[in-house]
Nanobody, 128 residues
Framework: QLQVSGGGLVQPGGSLRLSCAASGSTLDYPVIGWFRRAPGKEREGISCLRRRDGGMYTRDSVKGRFTISRDDARNTTYLEMNNLKPEDTAVYFC???????????????????????WGQGTLVTVSS
């Protein structure tokens, strides 16, 4: 299971760090990723990271502002979000893949079923 934390209300230009803690070892999940669903929109992949080679996919709209990382010693994945904008308001989710999937494929949510584990969402609201 994945437990997400760190959401909340932040002003435009502010920062937040989301955490995704696995109940087991993150070594069981070669690929991890962060996703979000904004009000009235479909879920989208933000950034995904493959441990084996550091391969990464990051959505253009968050490049230079959001950073994904993982700490396998703590079984935790992070999403550092800086210079937040109102359009970043969304429910954020983490997910972990049981195979060494291409990060772009994983972020496109083409990995389904038992090959992926989803955490619950956390609300991030960017507003003054």
């Amino acid at each position: 299971q994945l437990q997400v934390s760190g959401g909340g209300l932040v002003q435009p230009g502010g920062s937040l760090r989301l955490s995704c803690a696995a109940s087991g070892s993150t070594l069981d999940y070669p690929v991890i990723g962060w996703f979000r669903r904004a009000p009235g929109k479909e879920r989208e992949g933000i950034s995904c990271l493959r441990r084996r080679d550091g391969g990464m996919y990051t959505r253009d709209s968050v490049k230079g502002r959001f950073t994904i990382s993982r700490d396998d010693a703590r079984n935790t994945t992070y999403l550092e979000m800086n210079n937040l904008k109102p359009e970043d308001t969304a429910v954020y989710f983490c997910a972990a893949g049981r195979g060494s999937f291409n990060p772009s494929t994983f972020c496109a949510m083409k990995v389904t079923g038992s090959a992926v584990v989803w955490g619950q969402g956390t609300l991030v609201t960017v507003s003054s």
